[in-house]
């Protein structure tokens, strides 16, 4: 299977992938002997995930259960290190800190159920370190940065936020060796371009541009015209340039599937293919993602799983 990989931004984050596969440490997470407390902790993961995340929560759903559930404490993981990013008063950066003692722990505090979940997971399925290292680096950039200046800065910032939890969740689901890295990078990538396509709106409101600010130079925008949401011929332009490229990140990305376990290969087809059809509603409501969410409504995502299915069997 050729190489993905051509672009600088894309040699620049490899190496990160293949530091955190590589790098020994120290913090060894311990097995959790207590099952009643294991099972509420996993129980609490589930509706953390169900709550937040329907898309994740059904594409999760397709997997046997013991990684479904391992899935799930990585994802409440992940949403609890973001949503400590966005808390909106106290001291932030020392509440991320105190958070990434108590999750890389090798023993959990027992009160903290997501974190006792997430021990459990990084044992038995042996996930580097390193990965939620970086995703807690990656969320925690928010505290500092607002705008991106070019594209590779903002697939960078994706790596952080994204690209860790497929390389994580590639651990739980099995993978073939480390040709799969670059298709996992490329997948989280492709999936937090579609989230900022979507969220353009909602971002601005909360003073974040994750947009490359020289391509909407390059399409005669300013954020000025962000704050205007109004949409017209040169925002329409500037997003279809977005949409074409998001796409083809996915389509460069999907080949890596065939390199997971097979138990495991619906799931992540059906996530790239419902969060992907986002795209699609982004166009049929116009291109207006200022006064509009992005979706697929349950019914479409329950009718696309079979040819889903069908494509990846």
């Keep these: 299977m050729a190489t993905v990989y051509s672009q600088t931004w894309e040699r620049t984050l490899l190496p990160l992938a293949y530091e955190a596969e590589h790098l020994e440490v120290a913090s060894i997470p311990l097995p959790v002997s207590d099952m009643v407390l294991l099972d509420r902790a996993y129980a609490y993961c589930n509706l953390i995930t169900s709550t937040h995340s329907r898309t994740f929560y059904m594409a999760t759903s397709l997997l046997p259960p013991d990684k479904r559930r391992a899935m799930h404490a990585v994802y409440a993981f992940c949403r609890l290190s973001d949503d400590i990013v966005d808390c909106t008063h106290g001291d932030v950066e020392g509440s991320l800190d105190a958070w990434r003692r108590k999750v890389l722990a090798p023993a959990p505090p027992p009160g903290d159920l997501v974190a006792v979940a997430w021990a459990d997971t990084r044992f038995r399925y042996q996930i580097p370190q390193r990965y939620a290292e970086q995703l807690i680096d990656g969320v925690g950039r928010d505290l500092r940065q607002r705008r991106y200046c070019t594209f590779e800065e903002m697939v960078t910032y994706a790596y952080g936020v994204a690209s860790t939890v497929g390389l994580m969740s590639m651990h739980i689901i099995g993978f073939a060796g480390e040709q799969a890295i670059p298709y996992a990078i490329k997948l989280g990538i492709?999936?937090?371009?579609?989230?900022?396509?979507?969220?353009?709106?909602?971002?601005?409101?909360?003073?974040?541009?994750?947009?490359?600010?020289?391509?909407?130079?390059?399409?005669?925008?300013?954020?000025?015209?962000?704050?205007?949401?109004?949409?017209?011929?040169?925002?329409?332009?500037f997003l279809r340039f977005q949409i074409e490229r998001n796409r083809r990140l996915y389509d460069e990305a999907n080949p890596g599937i065939a390199l997971l376990n097979r138990d495991g290969r619906f799931a992540v087809a059906a996530a790239s293919e419902l969060y992907r059809a986002i795209l699609g509603d982004i166009e049929a409501n116009d291109y207006d993602v200022f006064n509009h969410r992005s979706h697929v409504n349950a019914w479409d995502k329950v009718r696309k799983l079979p040819r889903i299915w069908w494509r990846n069997r």
């Design 190 to 237: 492709a999936l937090q371009i579609t989230n900022i396509l979507r969220d353009v709106g909602e971002d601005r409101r909360s003073g974040r541009v994750y947009l490359p600010l020289d391509e909407l130079v390059a399409y005669g925008l300013t954020e000025a015209d962000l704050d205007r949401g109004k949409v017209d011929d040169r925002w329409r332009a």
